[in-house]
């Protein structure tokens, strides 16, 4: 079983910078995506950004140009570096990896802006 675990969530002013990190118990090699998701209270878990094994991103509208995805395949570990943070940022940061079909959840790391 795969386990995913999510790190750097936290209070951040608006405009400020936080990395989410995602660490995984299997090399990420083995996962034909990662990516980040994100669940604001009320409102559905929607896709922030993922990144194919094969390369390349995918950002939301909302959040290109702010927010950048990356991996160290080293270290097994998916990064969400988020700058110029607004309070529509405001929600809990889940961690996603899917292989064959099959999608595998961290726990989820909580980000609120807010001054």
């Known amino acids: 079983q795969v386990q995913l675990q999510e790190s750097g969530g936290g209070l951040v002013q608006p405009g400020g910078s936080l990395r989410l990190s995602c660490a995984a118990s299997a090399t990420i090699f083995s996962f034909d995506v990662m990516g980040w998701y994100r669940q604001a209270p009320g409102k559905q878990r929607e896709l922030v950004a993922e990144?194919?094994?094969?390369?390349?991103?995918n950002y939301a509208d909302s959040v290109k140009g702010r927010f950048t995805i990356s991996r160290d395949n080293a270290k097994t570990t998916v990064y969400l570096q988020m700058n110029s943070l607004s309070p529509e940022d405001t929600a809990v940061y889940y961690c996603?990896?899917?292989?064959?079909?099959?999608?595998?959840w961290g726990k989820g790391t909580l980000v609120t802006v807010s001054s």
């Open positions: 996603n990896m899917n292989r064959v079909g099959v999608n595998f």
């Open positions: 990144i194919p094994r094969g390369g390349g991103t």
